[in-house]
C-alpha cells in the first residue's frame, strides 16, 4: 500500500503520517524532511537545494524522485510507506506511477483554512533527525525542545516565517488541482477536513485505510 497525503503546509499531514506509521508500521517518508537533512549535512545536493527551500519554492522533480526511489527500495517500505510532500506536481504523479505502478495507493487530500494553517505553523517544531512533528500550542513534546521519539533537538524550520507560509500556500494552491483531478479520475482519492482536530482526522483516516487493506487482503 502507498498512502499519499495531499495538503498545504500546515495541514496535519505529517502529524497524521506519525500516526499511520505508529499504527500501521508503515514509514513516512516526507521529501521536505530528506530535503533538510541534506541542507542540514551540506551535502552537494543540499547546497543545490537550499535558496529554494528558503523561499519556499519547488525544488527540481529529478531531485525529488531520486530520493524517493532510493528510500521506497528499502527493506521496510516492501508492505508499504506513507509520502507527505510527494508528489507536488503531475509530472511527479506520473513519474511516481511509472516507477511502481503495482502498488495499490490511497490518497488522503487535506482541506484546510489559511487562518488555521497561519495558526498551527506559527508554534510547530520539527525533528529533523525523525521528521517528528511538534507544536507549542497543542502538541507539546514531553522534554522541552526534544524529540519524543528519538530524544533529538527540535527545531523551528526556516521557511515557517508568515511571508514564506503565503507563498508556500499560494504555490501550493496553483498547483494542487491537476493532482486532485489525476487521483479522483484513478477513484483513489478521498477528503479530508483538515480543520478537525487531530484524533478525528485520524479516525477518517484509519475508516478508509482499514477498508482498503482489508479489500486488498492485507490487514
Ligand atoms: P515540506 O516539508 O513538505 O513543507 O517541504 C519543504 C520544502 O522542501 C518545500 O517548500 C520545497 O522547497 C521542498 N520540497 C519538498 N517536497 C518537494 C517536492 N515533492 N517537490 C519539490 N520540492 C519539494
New binding site residues.
Given amino acids: 500500500m502507498r498512502v499519499i497525503l495531499l495538503g498545504p503546509?500546515g495541514s496535519g499531514k505529517g502529524t497524521q503520517a506519525d500516526l499511520i506509521r505508529q499504527n500501521y508500521g508503515f514509514p513516512k517518508i516526507?521529501?521536505?524532511?530528506l530535503?533538510r537533512k541534506e541542507v542540514e549535512a551540506g551535502t552537494e545536493l543540499g547546497k543545490k537545494v537550499n535558496q529554494?527551500?528558503k523561499a519556499?519554492?519547488?525544488?527540481s522533480?529529478d531531485l525529488?524522485l531520486k530520493l524517493v526511489e532510493n528510500r521506497i527500495s528499502l527493506a521496510d517500505c516492501q508492505s508499504g510507506y506513507v509520502l507527505?510532500?510527494?508528489?507536488?506536481?503531475l509530472n511527479?504523479a506520473r513519474l511516481l506511477e511509472k516507477l511502481e505502478s503495482k502498488r495499490r495507493e490511497t490518497v488522503f487530500e487535506f482541506r484546510v483554512s489559511e487562518q488555521e494553517i497561519l495558526r498551527r505553523l506559527s508554534g510547530r517544531m520539527v525533528c529533523l533527525q525523525c521528521g517528528a512533528v511538534y507544536n507549542i500550542s497543542n502538541n507539546k513534546p514531553q522534554n522541552d525542545g526534544l524529540c519524543d521519539f528519538c530524544g533529538s533537538k527540535l527545531v523551528v524550520r526556516e521557511?515557517d516565517r508568515p511571508e514564506v507560509i503565503r507563498e508556500?500556500i499560494r504555490l501550493y494552491l496553483e498547483t494542487i488541482a491537476p493532482l486532485v483531478e489525476y487521483y479522483s479520475s484513478k477513484k483513489v482519492l478521498f477528503e479530508i477536513n483538515g480543520d478537525d482536530v487531530t484524533e478525528n482526522i485520524f479516525k477518517s483516516i484509519k475508516a478508509v485505510l482499514d477498508r482498503q487493506l482489508t479489500q486488498a487482503g492485507e490487514h
Fill in positions: 503546509p516526507s521529501t521536505g524532511d530535503l529554494e527551500m519556499g519554492q519547488l525544488v522533480d525529488v507527505d510532500g510527494f508528489p507536488r506536481t511527479q521557511d508556500r
